[in-house]
């Protein structure tokens, strides 16, 4: 099992730039989630799916939008990048029960110029 | 909505000894777990120790024990015999259910802790 892959590790964008960030999972989890890491902040949760067609909005949806077509990919998409999204970005997945814990993703360290 | 404090920015213990970071939360609901991850400077998130809320005894996992005091909302993780490899970013967590059979996790903003040689 790969677990939680993302790609790329690092991106720099410019201003207006749009691009995609890619999430896989090979353990047929349900529930995916993307997270914002910024310094003093934590993660924040920015969109999640409890299976694939169905998406919601977490804490800091703005400028980003994301699509569940199956079960294993959810791509996070920054439809035109702005210095504030700069920031470390988690993927997550696990079954669908409360208290089952996460397997995050390696990360993607995003720089928007 | 959920908060969750971390009051400790920075901590700092010496190899072998003891050292407590402290969580606290803030929820009306009563079902609810709470997690404390790790994050190393490799980025990757670790999960460390989890705690039921309706469950009375305090969650262990190894060096890492947790004090978890539901009426006072407290979290606390306590790590023993700390060793170099424990230095890390600290994430205490709640998780709780939320709408159409999901939950949402919300994180503190962490503990940077460092072991001393």
């Known amino acids: 099992n790969a677990g939680v892959t993302q790609t790329p590790k690092f991106q720099v964008l410019k201003t207006g730039q749009s691009m995609t960030l890619q999430c896989a999972q090979d353990?047929?989890?349900?529930?995916m989630s993307w997270y914002r890491q910024d310094p003093g902040m934590g993660l924040r949760l920015i969109h999640y799916?409890?299976?694939?067609?169905?998406?919601d909005q977490g804490e800091v949806p703005n400028g980003y939008n994301v699509s569940r077509s199956t079960t294993e990919d959810f791509p996070l998409r920054l439809l035109s990048a702005a210095p504030s999204q700069t920031s470390v970005y988690f993927c997550?997945?696990?079954?669908?029960?409360?208290?089952?814990?996460?397997?995050f993703g390696p990360g993607t360290r995003l720089t928007v110029l | 909505a959920q908060t969750v404090t971390q009051s400790q920015p920075e901590m700092s213990v010496q190899e072998a000894e003891t050292v407590t970071l402290s969580c606290t939360y803030d929820?009306?609901?009563?079902?609810?777990?709470l997690f404390w991850y790790k994050q190393p400077p490799s980025r990757q998130m670790i999960l460390v120790i989890r705690?039921?809320?309706?469950?009375?005894q305090n969650a262990t996992e190894n060096r890492f024990s947790v004090n978890f005091q539901k009426a006072a909302k407290s979290f606390s993780l306590k790590i023993s015999d700390s060793q170099l490899g424990d230095t890390a970013m600290y994430f205490c967590?709640?998780?709780?259910?939320?709408?159409?059979?999901?939950?949402?996790?919300?994180f503190g903003k962490g503990t940077k802790l460092s072991v001393i040689p």
């Open positions: 997550a997945s696990s079954q669908l029960s409360l208290g089952v814990a996460q397997y």
């Open positions: 353990m047929n989890h349900e529930y």
């Open positions: 799916s409890v299976g694939a067609g169905i998406t």
């Open positions: 929820t009306s609901e009563n079902n609810y777990y």
């Open positions: 705690q039921e809320a309706y469950k009375q």
């Open positions: 967590a709640f998780m709780k259910l939320a709408g159409a059979g999901s939950y949402q996790l919300t």
